[in-house]
């Protein structure tokens, strides 16, 4: 068993507690093949997780959207999940505090620290006396560890994105300027992928390029794997000096008496390390993170372009699915069909992430992956889940249906009709001009609070251009930290109800923030849905939907038949007149 041989490294380097994030240098949230080292010591393969080893006990922490399948996946390494997030449920470095004990030795990578999760919990044991070693003790346990992946990088037009990298770089330093920093380090794939148009295949579904970037006063430094920038070399040569990966660590000591802009909630403690000794640190949150939270008209107008094709694409599907349900599709086989169409896009790249298309008690399983070995049969009755987009040159998408597949039961077509209502509460909210996301989770919740039931995950995200699916720095949640929602941010809205051995229900849609009204003393948003696509009517049960619930219903439904319409004909142009009619 791998823990066994992790504690006996344990044993030789005196570590007493080794710890685990599900991370790699950049701060990443999916993760290359490569780095997913959680994955392996633990057999849990979700996004988000940290494992802790101990001399005699292990553990595995991760959230709400996959207590399930974790304790699944777990169950034969050795671990035992910690449900992050529910009550008398101490976080991770909580429970290190709480049980190493005085003088012992915590081990960890310092590269997978960001320098802030590193201070922090730095301070905690800090009375106690703690030793923190940098060391990793996976490289030579991982015998068939993959290979760090090398496909070709491109340029992203900027007909799709809109600036050029010239003028990102300029209002990066103009900003910089105004925090008295001379440069600065980025270590974030996206956000180095957004300000120089520069995108790669390094991540699965997530189009970055593994590196490093120096912004000077008066030049760029680009750190990564020539051979994968040979077609563009020539181009980003024009704008950037380009150096190999493997020298930005040794580089970072040629910097004395600067003064250095650092997010320290994204360069890991290895970066902080290799420069806080012999300059100063000026600590904000990433300038193009901010920069690129709010599109530009051109952006804007690919994505609202984008979201009606790939609406078509997954309107298609459901309209195959229902026409074969009694055909014994399996889930995988349904999600192999969506992707397929949606590549007969001639601007598809990718899928944004895997289709998670799940049926029945499935989809109680937040982020479940159906396989071509194991599947669930999608019968002619009962809930349906499919959650799914893609990385088109025009933009990135994510939308999710859950579709009555036939026959349901009181308690689903409850549970469905509660989660829509949630979901148009927050889709028709008017909001003060600079409230918080924090602030708007609420809104969405309230339907489903009424009905006694939550769901442990936050109800929306923003997103990336041709990036990450999942990009900050606003959202959609309970936790901190807030943010300000601003005009031209993209966001998602999916609350949704998850019953274990029952069913699984989310509906998603993408919301732009938009400029709503002028009062005497007040400015007013509102969100802009950019999804289109028709809720299942048969799930629904009116009588429970407010008579705004049903005028916002309808409304959209019309937006949708017009957006949509053109695209079709025949029997499927008949199926949307149907599915959208009014209620």
């Known amino acids: 068993m791998i823990l066994n041989k992790i504690r006996n490294l344990m044993e030789e380097n005196k570590i007493d507690f080794y710890l685990v994030p599900s991370k790699d240098p950049h701060g990443s949230e999916y993760l290359p093949d490569y780095y997913k080292e959680r994955e392996f010591l633990t057999g849990f393969t979700g996004s988000q997780g940290t494992a802790v080893v101990a001399r005699d006990e292990a553990f595995l922490w991760t959230d709400g959207r996959y207590y399930i399948q974790a304790a699944r996946e777990i169950k034969d390494f050795g671990f035992e999940l910690k449900k992050q997030g529910q009550a008398g449920v101490l976080n991770y470095d909580e429970w290190i505090v709480e049980n190493i004990k005085e003088g012992m030795t915590l081990g960890l990578n310092a590269e997978y620290f960001s320098h802030q999760g590193f201070s922090s919990i730095s301070k905690k044991l800090q009375n106690k006396n703690i030793k923190i070693i940098d060391i990793d003790l996976i490289k030579d346990l991982w015998e068939d560890r993959y290979d760090f992946p090398s496909d070709d990088a491109f340029l992203l037009d900027v007909k799709y994105a809109g600036k050029s990298c010239q003028d990102k770089i300029s209002e990066i330093r103009e900003i910089l300027k105004k925090k008295n920093a001379k440069m600065t380090v980025v270590s974030s794939l996206v956000d180095i992928g957004w300000t120089l148009n520069l995108r790669g295949m390094d991540i699965k579904d997530t189009p970055v390029l593994i590196s490093f970037m120096i912004i000077e006063e008066d030049k760029v430094i680009l750190f990564t794997d020539r051979s994968k920038i040979k077609k563009i070399e020539e181009e980003l040569s024009k704008v950037l000096e380009i150096k190999d990966y493997s020298d930005f660590y040794e580089y970072l000591k040629t910097y004395n008496g600067e003064k250095i802009y650092l997010d320290p909630a994204s360069i890991n403690e290895r970066i902080y390390k290799g420069l806080c000794d012999k300059n100063e640190i000026i600590f904000g949150r990433n300038i193009s993170e901010d920069l690129k939270a709010i599109k530009n008209d051109v952006e804007i107008k690919n ?281």
Not at 330 to 339: F, I, P, V
Not at 441 to 455: E, S, T, V
Not at 492 to 517: F, L
Not at 532 to 556: G, H, M, W
């Open 303 to 583: 994505l609202e372009e984008t979201y009606v094709r790939d609406g078509v694409a997954l309107f298609k599907f459901i309209y195959w699915l229902k026409q074969n349900a009694k055909n014994k599709i399996g889930e995988y086989q349904a999600a192999m069909k969506l992707d397929g169409l949606r590549e007969e896009d001639p601007l598809y790249i990718s899928n944004s992430f895997d289709t998670i298309s799940a049926y029945g008690p499935n989809a109680a399983m937040m982020h479940y992956h159906a396989t071509k070995k194991s599947q669930a049969i999608i019968e002619d009755r009962g809930l349906y889940l499919v959650d799914s987009g893609g990385q088109y040159y025009s933009g990135t998408t994510d939308i999710t249906r859950t579709i009555a597949m036939g026959d349901l039961s009181e308690e689903e077509i409850r549970d469905y009709t509660l989660t829509l209502k949630s979901h148009i509460n927050l889709m028709d909210a008017v909001f003060l001009k600079g409230t918080y996301d924090l602030a708007l989770d609420g809104i969405a919740r309230y339907a489903l609070w009424q009905g006694r039931m939550d769901y442990k995950c936050g109800t929306g995200h923003g997103i990336g251009f041709v990036l990450s699916v999942h990009e900050g720095p606003h959202r959609i949640s309970p936790r901190d930290p807030a943010v300000r929602m601003e005009e031209g941010m993209i966001v998602s809205n999916e609350p949704g109800v998850y019953k274990e051995g029952k069913h699984g229900i989310r509906i998603e849609n993408i919301m732009r923030v938009v400029y709503d009204c002028q009062t005497v003393d007040s400015i007013f948003n509102k969100f802009k849905t950019i999804s289109f696509c028709p809720f299942e009517l048969d799930a629904i049960d009116v009588s429970l939907l407010t008579k705004r619930q049903v005028e916002v219903l309808n409304s959209y439904h019309k937006e949708v038949f017009e957006k949509l319409s053109p695209y079709l004909e025949g029997e499927i142009l008949e199926y949307l007149k149907e599915a959208t009619r009014e209620v």
